[in-house]
């Protein structure tokens, strides 16, 4: 393996050049060539040769438009490999290629690809030189060839834009025929920012007399204690006509260091066979989501030696898992292991609008803080790109589970065309097959609203698509990887519309933040009618920390009714952030730009916490996914974590909302109830104190109960009578007795703002190198730490009852002191 990697060069060139003649003479050219870094796309070029400013701060994306008209030629110049005349092939693999490309080695073309999603791969030795080589790589944006005629056939129904939100920029009906990342043209959380990539690297295999092209394993139960571990090895016999003795050796190492070896020997075939060996294993360790037991992965090992040579598949790392979709009547559940999984966390998308810039340690950090928030699962939506081996490896580690869309969103798209059903076909097949051996690989999905659109949106004037999402895509997860289950569409089931609430996954929208009715959207309350099965998308939109805001305006000022501001902001958050603080805690005229993004904050907060904790307390409701976890651009928007990788004040709430134990408080006519939600597998008993308590804590009327929250399960404890006390002096509380790992439980009966809070007295001291131990008085509402630059605390925001102590870790490069630390709350 050779990797092409790293610098290459890049100029741009009228978008209907002559392909030959400017490959003729591109391959010899010295002058007007900038770097570029491959992987890397072409926006990361023009910003470090000073062409232009950083899209993603200010108004600059609007002066990047000119890019989408010129075509974009990279450059790579390579020694030939060694060994090169002797072997059987020489593969050029290029991976990632956004979009429309040609490839040229020498002058000659090797062939056109039109699909990011899946590499190009070519024989390359007939055209090697030795000594010196030249690679070039033309891309375009890849609608430039589409036109009215391709859109209008053969029903007429096109891909929408955000138009309607007052963004006519954003978004193109053209991008269905671009098997790319969608939502590069814009959306309501992204600006248009067409990209131009070469996203996925570039490597040479020198291959001799045989390889291993892929090592697929599936797990089978024999009986309690024992796993048949299959593997299916694919090996290519690379002589065109003769057959040659091989031998196939598999090797598996346990986490606990055992090894275990099987091996095949036999006649290979010319071209491809597929070896079958298995390996029993007693009593293997299982992996599993997090929160509900450990991740142990066993390493495996392959190789094949033909002719005296000895060629290895790469050493990868497996979590042995067994996965289901439980369907029955009335339930939407993913079980892992046996065991019914209540799916929590959050939609993902690429973590950078320019996605080819977006580093392996950002995939880490970003999968890790979506562990430390108690998530079990991330959606990755369909307008965004299948992620890279990096983002799926940091998944299994930290036992995140993962719903994969297919890359479809929000449109109908031309599966009527012979060439994009070949496309459709070709990419499951690559993705299935590369990301079967990923144990955090829970559910694989057509696409992300398309089938909802057939019946809700086109009214029924359509079908394309569903013969990718109903016959091409199930076939290829069928083939490739039949132990995780495949669902046609997110969401998904019903026979009146497929967002139904009583039958598969819903995305929750039109009842809550997207209902016409402004009350509805900031009211959390709304959370506790909803009835549906398993929910994969939801939201509610809040503000990211005033530094953040202050590095994406460059320099614009912080006004909110500014150009730039509002080009930031998502499109539909149509004022409701405005609406949310005004409801819950004053009037936002005039307020600063710190009281602006702390109220935000916390708005979102409460409705993304409140919202989780009655999905959690329903026990026919199997998961909770917000949109979304990540951004790829700083705005006012849906996520947790910013584009600067800084946790919002909404993080916290979602945080105590996922705890492995939470108590949950809900009024209902047989009055207040006490769910235990116990996403682990142990039984938890729990001895708490229910009842109210005055802001003040002058009135504590609490009674003193016990009960067992069973696992992986949601159990009502006791339900409890709210009394005449004042809703506006306290709240109903459930207090956990000598456990502080499952916080108390608060009901609020009123808006934030209508309560008479006493100023917040606290008490704080740093207790032992970096935990901050905080105690009040009274009732503190949104406490939170203000720590040293680089200092993270484990909780923050949080509400503490009066007479309660909480310890609060914090990660910290050097040791705290107390005064270097400052405790604050919103009553304070």
Same mark, same amino acid.
């Given at each position: 393996?050779?990797?092409?990697?790293?610098?290459?060069?890049?100029?741009?060139?009228?978008?209907?050049?002559d392909l030959a003649a400017t490959a003729a003479t591109l391959t010899g050219a010295t002058d007007g060539w900038i770097p570029v870094p491959v992987p890397g796309d072409i926006h990361q070029a023009l910003i470090a040769s000073g062409r232009i400013k950083d899209p993603l701060l200010g108004r600059n994306s609007f002066d990047c438009r000119w890019t989408?008209?010129?075509?974009?030629?990279?450059?790579?110049?390579?020694?030939?490999?060694?060994?090169?005349?002797?072997?059987?092939?020489?593969?050029?693999?290029?991976?990632?290629?956004?979009?429309?490309?040609?490839?040229?080695?020498?002058?000659?073309?090797?062939?056109?690809?039109?699909?990011?999603?899946?590499?190009?791969?070519?024989?390359?030795?007939?055209?090697?030189?030795?000594?010196?080589?030249?690679?070039?790589?033309?891309?375009?944006?890849?609608?430039?060839?589409?036109?009215?005629?391709?859109?209008?056939?053969?029903?007429?129904?096109?891909?929408?834009?955000?138009?309607?939100?007052?963004?006519?920029?954003?978004?193109?009906?053209?991008?269905?025929?671009?098997?790319?990342?969608?939502y590069s043209f814009g959306w309501d959380w992204s600006p248009r920012l067409a990209t131009t990539a070469i996203g996925g690297g570039a490597r040479l295999r020198v291959l001799k007399s045989a390889c291993i092209r892929d090592v697929a394993l599936r797990p089978f139960r024999r009986g309690a204690d024992e796993v048949l571990l299959s593997a299916a090895?694919?090996?290519?016999?690379?002589?065109?006509?003769? *057959? !040659?003795? /091989? $031998?196939? @050796?598999? #090797? +598996?190492?346990?986490?606990?260091?055992?090894?275990?070896?099987?091996? &095949?020997?036999?006649?290979?075939?010319?071209?491809?066979?597929?070896?079958?060996?298995?390996?029993?294993?007693?009593?293997?360790?299982?992996?599993?989501?997090?929160?509900?037991?450990?991740?142990?992965?066993?390493?495996?090992?392959?190789?094949?030696?033909?002719?005296?040579?000895?060629?290895?598949?790469?050493?990868?790392?497996?979590?042995?898992?067994?996965?289901?979709?439980? *369907? !029955?009547? /009335? $339930?939407? @559940?993913? #079980? +892992?292991?046996?065991?019914?999984?209540?799916?929590?966390?959050?939609? &993902?998308?690429?973590?950078?609008?320019?996605?080819?810039?977006?580093?392996?340690?950002?995939?880490?950090?970003?999968?890790?803080?979506?562990?430390?928030?108690?998530?079990?699962m991330l959606r990755v939506w369909g307008g965004g790109r299948y992620e890279p081996e990096s983002f799926y490896d940091a998944c299994d580690r930290h036992g995140i589970l993962v719903w994969q869309d297919f890359m479809y969103a929000c449109a109908p798209y031309p599966d009527h065309l012979e060439w994009f059903r070949q496309e459709a076909a070709a990419?499951?097949?690559?993705?299935?097959?590369?990301?079967?051996?990923?144990?955090?690989?829970?559910?694989?999905?057509?696409?992300?609203?398309?089938?909802?659109?057939?019946?809700?949106?086109?009214?029924?004037?359509?079908?394309?698509?569903?013969?990718?999402?109903?016959?091409?895509?199930?076939?290829?997860?069928?083939?490739?990887?039949?132990?995780?289950?495949?669902?046609?569409?997110?969401?998904?089931?019903?026979?009146?519309?497929?967002?139904?609430?009583?039958?598969?996954?819903?995305?929750?929208?039109?009842?809550?933040?997207?209902?016409?009715?402004?009350?509805?959207?900031?009211?959390?309350?709304?959370?506790?009618?909803?009835?549906?099965?398993?929910?994969?998308?939801?939201?509610?939109?809040?503000?990211?920390?005033?530094?953040?805001?202050?590095?994406?305006?460059?320099?614009?000022?912080?006004?909110?009714?500014?150009?730039?501001?509002?080009?930031?902001?998502?499109?539909?958050?149509?004022?409701?952030?405005?609406?949310?603080?005004?409801?819950?805690?004053?009037?936002?005229?005039?307020?600063?730009?710190?009281?602006?993004?702390?109220?935000?904050?916390?708005?979102?907060?409460?409705?993304?916490?409140?919202?989780?904790?009655?999905?959690?307390?329903?026990?026919?409701?199997?998961?909770?996914?917000?949109?979304?976890?990540?951004?790829?651009?700083?705005?006012?928007?849906?996520?947790?974590?910013?584009?600067?990788?800084?946790?919002?004040?909404?993080?916290?709430?979602?945080?105590?909302?996922?705890?492995?134990?939470?108590?949950?408080?809900?009024?209902?006519?047989?009055?207040?109830?006490?769910?235990?939600?116990?996403?682990?597998?142990?039984?938890?008993?729990?001895?708490?104190?229910?009842?109210?308590?005055?802001?003040?804590?002058?009135?504590?009327?609490?009674?003193?109960?016990?009960?067992?929250?069973?696992?992986?399960?949601?159990?009502?404890?006791?339900?409890?009578?709210?009394?005449?006390?004042?809703?506006?002096?306290?709240?109903?509380?459930?207090?956990?007795?000598?456990?502080?790992?499952?916080?108390?439980?608060?009901?609020?009966?009123?808006?934030?703002?209508?309560?008479?809070?006493?100023?917040?007295?606290?008490?704080?001291?740093?207790?032992?190198?970096?935990?901050?131990?905080?105690?009040?008085?009274?009732?503190?509402?949104?406490?939170?730490?203000?720590?040293?630059?680089?200092?993270?605390?484990?909780?923050?925001?949080?509400?503490?009852?009066?007479?309660?102590?909480?310890?609060?870790?914090?990660?910290?490069?050097?040791?705290?002191?107390?005064?270097?630390?400052?405790?604050?709350?919103?009553?304070?």
């Amino acid at each position: 393996m050779l990797s092409l990697d790293g610098r290459w060069e890049l100029r741009d060139e009228i978008l209907g050049c002559d392909l030959a003649a400017t490959a003729a003479t591109l391959t010899g050219a010295t002058d007007g060539w900038i770097p570029v870094p491959v992987p890397g796309d072409i926006h990361q070029a023009l910003i470090a040769s000073g062409r232009i400013k950083d899209p993603l701060l200010g108004r600059n994306s609007f002066d990047c438009r000119w890019t989408e008209d010129r075509s974009w030629w990279f450059r790579k110049r390579f020694a030939a490999p060694a060994g090169w005349r002797e072997a059987d092939r020489v593969e050029l693999e290029l991976d990632g290629l956004d979009a429309n490309a040609e490839v040229f080695l020498n002058g000659v073309h090797l062939g056109s690809h039109r699909n990011a999603f899946r590499p190009f791969v070519a024989d390359i030795r007939p055209r090697l030189h030795p000594g010196r080589n030249v690679l070039l790589v033309r891309l375009t944006a890849g609608v430039e060839q589409v036109c009215d005629a391709d859109l209008d056939a053969p029903d007429g129904v096109r891909a929408g834009t955000e138009a309607h939100n007052g963004r006519p920029e954003r978004g193109d009906p053209r991008r269905t025929f671009c098997r790319k990342p969608q939502y590069s043209f814009g959306w309501d959380w992204s600006p248009r920012l067409a990209t131009t990539a070469i996203g996925g690297g570039a490597r040479l295999r020198v291959l001799k007399s045989a390889c291993i092209r892929d090592v697929a394993l599936r797990p089978f139960r024999r009986g309690a204690d024992e796993v048949l571990l299959s593997a299916a090895v694919t090996v290519d016999q690379l002589h065109f006509w003769k *057959t !040659a003795e /091989g $031998t196939v @050796a598999l #090797r +598996v190492t346990e986490p606990n260091g055992r090894t275990h070896t099987a091996t &095949w020997t036999g006649l290979l075939r010319s071209g491809v066979n597929h070896v079958e060996v298995a390996i029993p294993l007693r009593r293997p360790a299982l992996w599993w989501p997090n929160g509900y037991g450990s991740q142990p992965r066993h390493r495996v090992e392959a190789t094949v030696r033909v002719d005296g040579r000895r060629d290895a598949f790469p050493a990868f790392d497996y979590g042995i898992r067994f996965v289901e979709l439980d *369907t !029955a009547p /009335g $339930t939407f @559940a993913v #079980r +892992v292991n046996g065991v019914r999984i209540f799916c929590k966390g959050g939609n &993902w998308i690429p973590p950078d609008t320019i996605y080819a810039r977006a580093a392996p340690a950002r995939y880490e950090t970003l999968v890790r803080e979506a562990a430390a928030a108690h998530f079990t699962m991330l959606r990755v939506w369909g307008g965004g790109r299948y992620e890279p081996e990096s983002f799926y490896d940091a998944c299994d580690r930290h036992g995140i589970l993962v719903w994969q869309d297919f890359m479809y969103a929000c449109a109908p798209y031309p599966d009527h065309l012979e060439w994009f059903r070949q496309e459709a076909a070709a990419e499951a097949d690559y993705q299935t097959r590369r990301l079967r051996r990923h144990a955090c690989l829970a559910v694989w999905s057509g696409n992300n609203e398309n089938t909802w659109g057939f019946k809700d949106w086109w009214k029924e004037r359509t079908q394309g698509g569903a013969t990718i999402y109903n016959h091409i895509l199930p076939e290829a997860v069928r083939r490739n990887c039949p132990d995780v289950p495949y669902w046609n569409s997110s969401p998904y089931g019903g026979d009146v519309s497929p967002n139904d609430s009583n039958v598969g996954d819903r995305h929750h929208w039109g009842d809550c933040m997207m209902s016409p009715d402004m009350a509805k959207r900031i009211a959390p309350e709304e959370y506790d009618k909803c009835r549906s099965l398993f929910v994969s998308e939801y939201g509610y939109i809040g503000a990211p920390a005033r530094r953040t805001i202050e590095k994406y305006l460059d320099g614009a000022p912080f006004d909110r009714q500014g150009q730039v501001w509002q080009h930031h902001n998502n499109t539909f958050e149509k004022n409701t952030v405005d609406a949310g603080i005004r409801k819950h805690y004053r009037d936002p005229e005039g307020m600063t730009p710190d009281e602006y993004c702390l109220y935000s904050g916390l708005c979102q907060g409460l409705m993304y916490g409140y919202s989780l904790e009655s999905f959690r307390c329903r026990d026919t409701c199997h998961g909770g996914l917000f949109w979304m976890y990540n951004d790829c651009w700083g705005e006012i928007g849906w996520t947790i974590v910013d584009s600067y990788l800084r946790r919002k004040p909404s993080y916290y709430f979602v945080r105590r909302a996922l705890a492995p134990v939470r108590l949950v408080l809900r009024e209902g006519r047989g009055g207040i109830r006490v769910v235990a939600a116990n996403d682990t597998r142990q039984d938890e008993p729990l001895a708490f104190d229910v009842g109210y308590v005055s802001f003040d804590g002058r009135t504590r009327d609490l009674r003193r109960c016990r009960g067992v929250a069973r696992a992986a399960a949601r159990t009502e404890l006791v339900r409890f009578r709210r009394g005449g006390h004042d809703a506006r002096d306290g709240a109903w509380v459930a207090w956990p007795r000598g456990r502080t790992d499952v916080l108390p439980a608060i009901l609020r009966a009123t808006d934030y703002r209508r309560l008479r809070i006493p100023p917040a007295q606290i008490e704080a001291r740093v207790a032992g190198r970096n935990v901050v131990e905080v105690r009040a008085r009274t009732f503190a509402h949104a406490v939170h730490l203000e720590l040293p630059a680089g200092a993270v605390p484990a909780d923050d925001f949080f509400d503490l009852l009066p007479g309660e102590r909480r310890r609060i870790a914090v990660q910290s490069a050097r040791p705290l002191t107390a005064k270097a630390i400052r405790i604050c709350a919103v009553n304070g």
